[in-house]
């Protein structure tokens, strides 16, 4: 017999926090008054909620959330394996404990076909029900937590890129790149990007490297090689110095800019109010204590999308696209 923290018939959900940002997810659950059955490490198994609207209010923090996972005896190494192979083929382990029997079953489990570095500027391809990807994780030596279903395709939310470490100034072009990954939708040739708190020039460089046009906003330069690249215009300024009807051209409002969060909501809902209907990516950047304040102001903008991205630190990203029906993948 095993001891099971609930009733094996409970619906439960679970949440993955981004590396190092487990307190930031703990204490967000409170805020939602979401009910914690056990938390080991990055892994927070829940109950879920009676109503089915309230799952919307779902936690940012979370990087992969495990939407009906369930308890399996599974005495055997053998048998752990036929279980989730005779459930679907596709499985990501996120290991808690007894980590040398999870490699062990792993072993077994056939191989990911879906986690290899993606290519920028390229699509995620579509990802059929029968190939799509679950998680588990052993709870004790005999049995298994594991959910076919999950809100990311990637293992623990987790995307991988096939980086360029010679021409981007740094890494920040990541954020930018997943999040348009994400998105599935990226600027093309004809089309123009605003890029405010642009230096030294990653989200410019990724941005103008898709063919778009580029009006680079920042009081400090770009990188030299960005800001040679075609289709490159520097303005130096800040970027709430700006009127946006002085750029009735823009179709990507893009800010990776070093602000306080509620500053960004204003300057967001400045461009909102202006009648700007384009693509936004923006970066939240909390410095200090997380600012649960303005996650919510963020979260309640009609048609934004806030999550926390595998390239992200200490801050989100909230994507909003100009179609109302284009979706963001977690």
């Known amino acids: 017999m095993h ?98 029997r999870c490699t062990l079953i792993n072993e077994k489990l056939p191989r990911l076909r879906m986690n290899g570095p993606l290519t920028f500027g390229n699509a995620l391809p579509e990802v059929s029900p029968s190939h799509q990807l679950g998680a588990w994780t052993l709870w004790d030596e005999g049995v298994i937590l594991a959910s076919r279903v999950c809100s990311s395709r990637f293992p623990d939310g987790e995307v991988r890129f096939h980086e360029n470490k010679n021409d981007p100034p740094g890494r920040a072009y990541l954020k930018l790149w997943e999040a348009l990954t994400r998105l599935g939708l990226f600027p093309r040739r004809g089309e123009t990007a605003l890029d405010l708190g642009s230096s030294p020039g990653g989200w410019t460089w990724a941005l103008a490297s898709l063919g778009a046009e580029v009006i680079s906003v920042d009081k400090a330069p770009l990188a030299e090689n960005v800001a040679s690249m075609p289709g490159v215009r520097y303005l130096q300024g800040s970027a709430f110095g700006l009127s946006p009807h002085d750029f009735p051209e823009i179709t990507w409002l893009c800010s990776d800019v070093i602000c306080y969060p509620q500053r960004l909501y204003r300057l967001v809902m400045q461009w909102l109010e202006a009648g700007y209907q384009g693509n936004i990516v923006c970066t939240l950047k909390f410095q200090g204590e997380t600012d649960f304040a303005s996650i919510e102001l963020f979260k309640n903008i009609p048609g934004g999308k806030l999550l926390h991205l595998a390239h992200n630190k200490h801050e989100l990203t909230w994507i909003r696209p100009a179609d109302p029906l284009l979706s963001v993948q977690m």
Request: contains cysteine; glycine residues 2%.
């Open 3 to 100: 001891d099971y923290p609930v009733k094996m018939s409970e619906p439960l959900i679970a949440y993955i926090s981004p590396t190092g940002f487990e307190h930031e997810l703990a204490d967000e659950l409170k805020k939602l008054q979401v009910s914690l059955v056990e938390q080991r490490k990055r892994l927070f198994l829940c109950r879920k909620k009676e109503n089915p609207a309230d799952e919307d209010k779902y936690p940012v923090w979370a990087q992969n959330i495990w939407l009906e996972p369930a308890f399996i005896a599974s005495p055997s190494i053998n048998l752990a394996a036929r279980q989730l192979k005779s459930l679907q083929r596709n499985w990501a382990c996120h290991p808690t404990c007894c980590f040398r």
